[in-house]
């Protein structure tokens, strides 16, 4: 029977002590709700004492809570050790420099498991301890900007970025790296693409899906595909370098400002939307999928433009939507909002006299549409054309994340909604596209007979 601990002070202790295990014990744990074998794991300072948290041997952690555990047995002991074995990175003056830049997240990265946070195996030495393949393609240089959860980056740290990216042009290196966490890559690509302008050298944005303590871990080829990226390839442009199917076949570098997180876990999860992708990478050779890119060149010449006004919102509209939704940024002083609208770019008829409001305020509004792919056309049914009518700006493909920091970017030029609307609808780095290519929107829906062959013939 499964013991209640409601009692105890400190439950999970109660129960390590009662069945005499500890921490970083190997053990085999029989609940009401099956056997599970792992590492138990300390508790995080946040965690609460209710649950065990149990490190599986397929890498995932999970918590199991104390009043389903029937009974614990220990196997063995194993006692994470954090250091990684660095070996000095060797030089080769034929090969270009790369700056590696890390700002968080789990790329080239071990878990300490007393807190729960990721570290960053983040020297040259360190790095070519781990990825003794990095120095097959440059002379590595790493610089670490911040150390945050990709949900914590924000102006500061774009500013920052944008801000080191430019220094390190000037001083000479031939490719950027930035390492981030995969969750808010594709918003600080897009920022980024915005900031930094006209660059001589390939910038290249790189995470990890799984961090690198796991066996399906993506980060060592990724961190492969993206420095082999930035050191050879001709493409000079922000990219996100991630895998490109599930397998580990390639790697994929898309536009910065098309690109999004598409899944929560897959290690392919990165898609560019409504175009394609750059180029394809593996260890080998660069293929590039189109030729409509900006061009390596020589000279140290990029223009770095950090102006940011951070009272923009994104709001993704829904049924029923009040209007006190957008009289709130109002009241708040908000200068800009991107609406994520239904369709072709609407909204419900209630939010009228609030986004007139908006609009008699000063606030530019823009609008994009949820369904990623596609144009706003807002001519096209009386909806839209009234709600242009109160002041609202079509945002052409613009994804809604990208119109967002560029609407941020833009109000940190100038004041006037004009000049701003002159900024906004007009393409800096492929955010706005004249047409979507016919093989821009490819959604394989499984289950149905032609599309299950393709993927037999292709899945390996």
């Known amino acids: 029977m499964s013991a209640n601990y409601k009692g105890y002070r400190d439950p ?28 138990i794991l300390p508790r995080s300072e946040t965690a609460d004492a209710k649950h065990i948290v149990l490190k599986l041997r397929n890498g995932y952690n999970i918590g199991v809570a104390v009043n389903i555990i029937e009974y614990i047995k220990e196997i063995g002991r194993k006692e994470a050790h954090y250091k990684i074995p660095e070996k000095e990175f060797p030089y080769d003056e034929r090969k270009p420099r790369v700056k590696l830049f890390g700002t968080g997240g789990t790329i080239a990265s071990r878990l300490d498991y007393r807190t729960g946070a990721v570290i960053p ?92 303590d796991r066996p399906s871990s993506d980060a060592a080829l990724n961190l492969i595909h993206a420095v082999k990226t930035a050191a050879e390839s001709d493409i000079a442009e922000i990219m996100v370098c991630m895998f490109g199917p599930t397998s580990d076949q390639y790697g994929l570098l898309h536009r910065g400002t098309r690109v999004r997180k598409m899944h929560s876990s897959y290690r392919s999860t990165f898609r560019t939307i409504g ?72 909204v419900n008829k209630p939010l009228y006299p609030a986004l007139k409001k908006a609009h008699e305020k ?43 920091v560029k609407l941020g970017w833009a109000l940190g030029q100038t004041d006037d909604l004009e000049e701003v609307k002159k900024i906004m609808l007009t393409p800096v780095a492929g955010e706005i596209t004249e047409r ?11 289950g149905i007979p032609e599309v299950e062959k393709f993927l037999r013939e292709i899945k390996r």
């Not at 606030?363 to 990623?372: D, G, K, N, P, S």
Request: proline share 5%.
């Open 121 to 212: 195996a983040f020297s040259p030495g360190e790095l070519y301890g781990s990825v003794p393949e990095l120095a097959e393609f440059c002379n590595l240089e790493t610089e670490k900007l911040y150390g945050v959860f990709s949900e914590n980056m924000g102006p500061e740290q774009w500013i920052g970025t944008a801000e080191a990216i430019g220094r390190e042009i000037e001083k000479g290196v031939q490719g950027i790296v930035i390492g981030h966490g995969t969750d808010t890559m594709h918003h600080t690509a897009a920022v980024l693409s915005f900031m930094v302008q006209h660059s001589p050298v390939p910038i290249v944005m790189v995470g990890s899906q799984r961090s690198s």
């Open 275 to 346: 175009d394609i992708p750059l180029a394809m990478v593996d260890r080998e050779k660069i293929t590039p999928l189109r030729h409509d890119y900006r061009r390596r060149r020589s000279d140290r010449r990029v223009l770095i433009n950090t102006a940011f006004e951070e009272k923009v919102s994104i709001v993704y509209y829904y049924p029923n939507m009040k209007p006190d939704i957008i009289e709130s940024l109002i009241d708040n002083d908000y200068r800009g909002i991107v609406i994520a609208g239904t369709g072709l770019g609407h």
């Open 436 to 446: 979507e290519p016919y093989n821009g929107y490819l959604i394989y829906q499984g």
């Open 362 to 404: 000063g606030i530019a509004v823009y609008m994009t549409v949820q369904t990623l792919w596609g144009y706003v056309q807002m001519y096209v049914y009386e909806t839209g054309r009234e709600i242009m009518g109160l002041g609202v700006v079509p945002a052409a493909n613009m994804l809604p994340e990208v119109a967002y």
């Open 12 to 39: 999970a202790l109660s129960v390590l002590k009662e069945h005499q295990v500890q921490v970083w014990s190997d053990v085999e744990m029989k609940t009401t709700r099956g056997v599970f074998k792992g590492i």
